[in-house]
């Protein structure tokens, strides 16, 4: 292979972060009540299902569960082999070969994967003092599409409503509010996608359902939007099983109800707690908190580790400097997380 046959647009491109460890996985911001409760039973009613056929192409059956929890259309929505996919989708449907794509940085690096890989540019916009978004430079950047999350990850805050509702307003192009972990936070804009003739709201079911592993996500727009992005979604990409086991967690609000309390009663503690030991946690609307090592953050990571607990260095990112990510867990993992913690700084 000649290095000029890989096109220009995904030549620098890097793996993704894939750790090979048996520590206890505190990096990924997944559900830590375990696999959502209706797992066991949806996978036993699959083995009669006949599974030479094919799914169905759009997935009807969740998205008319999607219509009913949010009071939309099933046309509203179109769903993903993750919400990874949504995204893809989105880029697909509304950017041509080098076009603009502005975010705010820093952020989910995925969305720059997702718009060189489709041949787009990936402009980063300052966040601003308490990592709050910039709408004027948003705008000022004049790129095709805006695309943010909120709760923003890696800093697990929540945009200003009025900031995001300024972005979606006076953009000229399609805005996309990525809301992965959207179950933890008061504020939404689900329920707002048919006001704005521009407005993508992504979801999952890998973080506040406890599906991961099932690679389920969906996003919905108004109804022109959305039937743009429907054609060009690759049709089966979400197969049945998962699609099933989606749409009975759709339906089993108490795990969710279960995930969310335990999120918002260990958070302050957790928070204190590493606040006590010299670490500078940011505030977070999330199930993940960020926080700042008074010390290297890539040797706290290794030595956290090496004692059994995994969590996410972000400190060589600027603006990032020693900041790691971790997991907010039940109150056994957050005590498992603060004693590790606790022997690294005694080693110091
Ligand atoms: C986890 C995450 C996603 C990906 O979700 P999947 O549905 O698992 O593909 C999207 N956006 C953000 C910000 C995330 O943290």
Same mark, same amino acid.
């Given at each position: 292979m000649k290095d000029n046959?890989?096109?220009?647009?995904?030549?620098?491109?890097?793996?993704y972060y894939n750790p090979k460890t048996k520590a206890v996985?505190?990096?990924?911001?997944?559900?830590?009540?375990?696999?959502?409760?209706?797992?066991?039973?949806?996978?036993?009613?699959?083995?009669?299902?006949?599974?030479?056929?094919?799914?169905?192409?759009?997935?009807?059956?969740?998205?008319?569960?999607?219509?009913?929890?949010?009071?939309?259309?099933?046309?509203?929505?179109?769903?993903?082999?993750?919400?990874?996919?949504?995204?893809d989708i989105a880029f697909k449907s509304f950017m041509e070969p080098g076009e603009t794509v502005v975010a705010p940085y820093p952020s989910y690096v995925l969305h720059g994967f997702f718009v060189?890989?489709?041949?787009?540019?990936?402009?980063?916009?300052?966040?601003?003092p308490g990592f709050q978004l910039d709408p004027d430079a948003l705008?000022?950047?004049?790129?095709?599409?805006?695309?943010?999350c909120?709760?923003?990850?890696?800093?697990?805050?929540?945009?200003?409503?009025?900031? $995001?509702?300024? @972005?979606? *307003? #006076?953009? +000229?192009g399609p805005v996309i509010v990525d809301e992965a972990y959207g179950e933890f936070a008061k504020d939404s804009f689900m329920s707002r996608v048919e006001e704005f003739d521009n407005l993508i709201v992504t979801r999952t079911f890998s973080k506040a359902y406890g599906l991961a592993g099932f690679r389920v996500g969906y996003m919905a727009s108004n109804l022109k939007m959305a039937g743009v992005m429907q054609r060009v979604k690759i049709p089966y990409s979400l197969d049945r099983v998962s699609e099933m086991t989606a749409v009975a967690a759709l339906t089993n609000t108490s795990y969710v109800?279960?995930? $969310?309390?335990? @999120?918002? *009663? #260990?958070? +302050?503690?957790?928070?204190?707690?590493?606040?006590?030991?010299?670490?500078?946690?940011?505030?977070?609307?999330?199930?993940?908190?960020?926080?700042?090592?008074?010390r290297p953050s890539a040797e706290l990571v290794k030595r956290l580790a090496d004692k059994g607990v995994l969590i996410r260095?972000?400190?060589?990112?600027?603006?990032?400097?020693?900041?790691v990510r971790t997991t907010i867990g039940t109150k056994e993992l957050n005590d498992l997380l603060l004693g590790k913690l606790k022997e690294v700084t005694e080693e110091w």
């Open positions: 046959w890989v096109r220009s647009t995904v030549r620098d491109i890097p793996l996985r505190m990096d990924t911001s997944v559900n830590v009540l375990g696999p959502n409760t209706v797992v066991k039973d949806v996978l036993t009613r699959c083995m009669g299902l006949d599974l030479n056929q094919y799914p169905a192409p759009y997935s009807d059956d969740l998205r008319g569960a999607l219509a009913e929890k949010y009071g939309l259309a099933a046309d509203n929505f179109v769903v993903g082999n993750g919400s990874d996919e949504a995204l060189k890989v489709n041949g787009g540019r990936f402009v980063n916009v300052d966040l601003r705008l000022k950047a004049k790129g095709k599409i805006i695309i943010l909120t709760p923003n990850n890696p800093t697990a805050n929540c945009f200003d409503h009025r900031d $995001v509702e300024r @972005v979606v *307003s #006076e953009h +000229d109800d279960a995930a $969310v309390k335990l @999120v918002r *009663s #260990e958070r +302050d503690r957790l928070s204190d707690g590493l606040r006590s030991m010299g670490f500078t946690p940011f505030p977070s609307e999330s199930n993940f908190i960020m926080f700042r090592s008074p260095d972000f400190g060589r990112l600027r603006m990032l400097e020693d900041c």
